[in-house]
């Protein structure tokens, strides 16, 4: 139990725990985003085996304010790297979410043939994880 609280007080000295806590408020909120749009389109416009499509058009709102909230907040003042290639790499990262996001999805009402709301879960946390990864080891480092 010790060597957790000495990790938890590494974490925290070293700026990743406050960093993982904003992310993950920003991303539960960009989540929210994306499912605010994702559900809509696949109960009233995809048929719900092909709900992938309703994916590009969420994780694109998503992105944008994504991006306001973790590059003012998440990491603010983390970054090195100003200007477009921060974007670039930002953009980059969210493709690999949109596409580790379209192939659950894809798995999920395709070819399983679940419910659309049911491929979120495990979608949103798998990205969340890789995404929050790639952005504090690559985007705003």
Request: proline share 6%; glycine share 8%.
């Amino acid at each position: 139990m010790q060597a957790i609280w000495r990790q938890v007080e590494q974490m925290r000295a070293s700026g990743v725990l406050g960093q993982l806590v904003r992310f993950g408020i920003a991303g539960g909120i960009s989540s929210v985003v994306y499912s605010l749009v994702y559900l809509p389109l696949t109960a009233y416009v995809f048929p719900p085996r092909q709900a992938v499509a309703a994916v590009p058009f969420a994780f694109a709102v998503a992105v944008v304010v994504g991006f306001f909230l973790h590059s003012r907040w998440s990491f603010k003042g983390h970054a090195k790297e100003p200007g477009a290639g921060r974007h670039v790499k930002f953009v980059i990262v969210q493709g690999s979410g949109l596409a580790l996001n379209a192939v659950i999805t894809w798995i999920g009402t395709a070819l399983l043939h679940l419910h659309p709301w049911i491929p979120l879960i495990p979608a949103v946390f798998l990205a969340a994880i890789v995404t929050f990864v790639l952005n504090r080891f690559w985007v705003f480092n």
